[in-house]
């Protein structure tokens, strides 16, 4: 992945942006802002808080995809891919 947002700066144009808002955080997931702070509520998501502002940081959220991506994995499937890759199998 190269990143959710690629290229995303700060206002000022010299800073890459590390945090995103909540409108931004479900655009570059595609997601309903709805389905972004359910997420939130339920604890399933990485975000900071600032006083009362939230905020989702960039990289936390690539690896909350990576994660999301190997627990959707079926362990058939996952069998399969470390058998073609000669990986030794879990039972």
């Known amino acids: 992945m190269t990143g959710l947002m690629n290229g995303t700066q700060s206002a000022d144009g010299d800073l890459p942006r590390l945090l995103l808002t909540s409108p931004e955080a479900a655009a570059a997931l595609s997601i309903s802002e709805r389905t972004l702070w359910q997420l939130k509520e339920d604890g399933k998501i990485p975000f900071v808080l600032f006083g009362r502002n939230v905020r989702y940081n960039l990289s936390s959220l690539?690896?909350?995809?990576?994660?999301?991506?190997?627990?959707?994995?079926s362990p058939q499937l996952r069998r399969s891919r470390e058998e073609a890759n000669g990986q030794p199998q879990h039972s």
Do not use: P
């Not at 690539?62 to 994995?73: D, F, G, K, L, V």
């Open 62 to 73: 690539e690896e909350w995809i990576r994660e999301q991506e190997r627990a959707s994995i």
